[in-house]
T-cell receptor
Framework: GESVGLHLPTLSVQEGDNSIINCAYSNSASDYFIWYKQESGKGPQFIIDIRSNMDKRQGQRVTVLLNKTVKHLSLQIAATQPGDSAVYFCAEKGAAGNKLTFGGGTRVLVKP | DAGVIQSPRHEVTEMGQEVTLRCKPISGHNSLFWYRQTMMRGLELLIYFNNNVPIDDSGMPEDRFSAKMPNASFSTLKIQPSEPRDSAVYFC???????????FGPGTRLTVL
């Protein structure tokens, strides 16, 4: 079946630096993408989303980029802080239905 | 807003026992999702409801698992009988109709001995 980034790599970043988390998706029909942050012992928390008719969307300290040509999604975190340490998941939704398909996640470790 | 509420937060039980997990979605949300999270398989969708009706239960592992949504503010996920391989964190999420952002509860950590 279709899948979204099933690996769980770890990104180690210095406090204050920018972080870039990448995600590959395989369903070219997906029309909605979302990033979640999950801290230890908590549920996934919404960060930012983007629809397929956009290439870029910015939030507070976060930017999501969508490249539909290569089916790639990225999350950029500016000036990474210790509180950004967590596992980050990308997810996609097809054009029909409400189901989100989640990737395996990326662990971000912020070094002081 | 109270967010999605799940109970219990932790459950430890013995193999063969019945387990019931509970979820209260965000008020006004009419789609509800049950997920299971393990290290090996990540986040898996088990079942989702729209307006209290099960829409897709293709992720439910086997007949030992069942889910109900008797009204717009309450859902249960039941495992009977439970097995050690059911040990995982179970999340409930909800969303409003015509929107796609799912909001997750804090999860129930289930341990089956």
């Amino acid at each position: 079946g279709e899948s979204v980034g099933l690996h769980l790599p770890t990104l180690s970043v210095q406090e204050g630096d920018n972080s870039i988390i990448n995600c590959a998706y395989s369903n070219s029909a997906s029309d909605y993408f979302i990033w979640y942050k999950q801290e230890s012992g908590k549920g996934p928390q919404f960060i930012i989303d983007i629809r397929s008719n956009m290439d870029k969307r910015q939030g507070q300290r976060v930017t999501v980029l969508l490249n539909k040509t290569v089916k790639h999604l990225s999350l950029q975190i500016a000036a990474t802080q210790p509180g950004d340490s967590a596992v980050y998941f990308c997810a996609e939704k097809g054009a029909a239905g409400n189901k989100l398909t989640f990737g395996g996640g990326t662990r971000v470790l912020v070094k002081p | 807003d109270a967010g999605v509420i799940q109970s219990p937060r932790h459950e430890v039980t013995e193999m063969g026992q019945e387990v019931t997990l509970r979820c209260k979605p965000i008020s006004g949300h009419n789609s509800l999702f049950w997920y299971r999270q393990t290290m090996m398989r990540g986040l898996e969708l088990l079942i989702y409801f729209n307006n209290n009706v099960p829409i897709d239960d293709s992720g439910m592992p086997e007949d030992r698992f069942s889910a109900k949504m008797p009204n717009a503010s309450f859902s249960t996920l039941k495992i009977q009988p439970s097995e050690p391989r059911d040990s995982a964190v179970y999340f409930c999420a909800s969303t409003r109709d015509y929107t796609d952002t799912q909001y997750f509860g804090p999860g129930t950590r289930l341990t089956v001995l």
